[in-house]
């Protein structure tokens, strides 16, 4: 996501937006979207399917548009665009460049807008990332470095049908079948707020042991690392609500893959949940294990604690709030809850002990209530 803010003030005209796709160094294909500033907006939304052709670059105009040696591609709808010499910019590359920041072995499309070979890093392309030494993948795959932030990011291509097999996986057991829906929620700790990287929805009646692939890498498909943190959710049934209670399952402090396994009937750890009176400030946190009744995790005020590492006097917090964990598909006052969140369909309702019977009682009401009416 790129935020362009008009300038100030408004240049007369109309604007556009182009996209353009490289492998490493050689254009692959480009976008244009032309869009008509409005007097009452800053900036405007732009959301598009970029849809590759079934020909492949390079297409060259059959008439070279560009100057000064600039190399010119074609589109299906004629539309072109002047890919310039070094030292040229312009749409016809008709206007000199001047304090280029791109180094000499990129592509310089303006001053400060370079297009980096395979390996070097934005913005300038000066800095190499080594990351991908002979053993950083497996032999299956090939290692390709990452342009971007973090120095060392890389990704491992696979290069035959069977590299799924070593992903990492977690596996639950339990004795009896679950009678309410559980749910996983596996966080990553990136930045200021705790990421949710998975979430695995055990539906009623679920035949143990379960297990699922985890999932290591981010929504932009670059390398991650397992999660950190992993917790549970059930769902209880009352008499006319949903007591919703949350455990914590695992702390993963190594980076190395691992599988991990739950035993529900043994390692359910509650996190008990301080009452308004019992809640203290963020600062004195740290010292609460020290007297601590209720278990080794507990829930305040947007914070998740846990006692026990590396410190059992001592309690690390990190911000947390349930999120998407809810949603809006069930009736009758089910409780509705939410699974993968890639996947709509993905969900379980959780009915109040009473709920049957509320319905029963309100159809007898309406059918007791209702009048005849002969025209």
Sequence with gaps: MTHLIYPRPKLPGAFSVRIETYHFKELVHFWEYPISPLDFLPVLRVAKVLRFPARSFPWFCSHNYCENNGTCHQREDNRFLCICANGWKGKLCEM??????????????????????????????????????????????????????????????????????????????RQEPNQSPFLLQLLQLTGDYPTIRQQILIQPLTSFPLIKTIKTRDRDYSIGEQPEIGLLFTFEPNAYSI?????????????????????????????????????????????????FTYGTCFISDGYLCYCGYPNKNHSNCLSY?????????????????????????DFACVCPKASKYQTLETLRSRKSSSTSLVI
Aim: aromatic share 8%.
């Design 243 to 291: 007591e919703t209670t949350l455990y914590l399952l695992f702390i993963n402090c190594s980076n190395a893959m691992r599988n991990f396994s739950v035993d529900l009937d043994l390692q359910l750890n509650k996190c008990y949940v301080l009452p308004e009176n019992q809640r203290h400030s963020v600062t004195l946190f740290g010292s609460f294990c020290q007297n």
């Design 321 to 345: 709030q349930r999120r998407y964990t809810v949603c809006s598909y069930c009736q009758n006052q089910g409780h509705c809850v939410q699974g993968d969140l890639t996947n709509r369909t």
């Design 96 to 173: 000199k460049t001047e304090h280029i920041h791109c180094a000499s072995h990129s592509l310089a499309r303006t001053e400060t807008i370079c297009v980096c070979p395979q390996g070097y890093l934005e913005p300038y392309c000066y800095v190499q990332n080594l990351k991908c030494q002979p053993h950083t993948c497996e032999l299956s795959k090939t290692c390709i470095p990452q342009s971007h932030f973090p120095i060392y990011g890389h990704i491992c291509i696979c290069n035959t049908s069977d590299c799924n097999v070593d992903r990492p996986v977690i596996s639950v057991h």
